[in-house]
């Protein structure tokens, strides 16, 4: 099962289909992950709460 590289929370194989670069079975950052969003092609801290 995939997860999360940040988190480790589980994703879907879509997700990690439609989120991870070519070649990558796990994605840097996920839904679930609080601290970090994905930026373009970049994973940056979060800037503020995503209101949980």
């Known amino acids: 099962m995939p997860e999360c590289q940040n988190c ?3 994703v879907t194989r879509r997700y990690v ?6 070649g990558r079975d796990t994605p ?13 092609s970049d994973v940056r801290a979060a800037r503020s709460t995503r209101g949980n």
């Open 28 to 40: 840097r950052v996920c839904p679930s992950c609080e601290d970090k969003i994905r930026d373009g």
């Open 17 to 22: 289909r439609v989120f991870t670069p070519e």
């Open 8 to 10: 480790s929370s589980f």
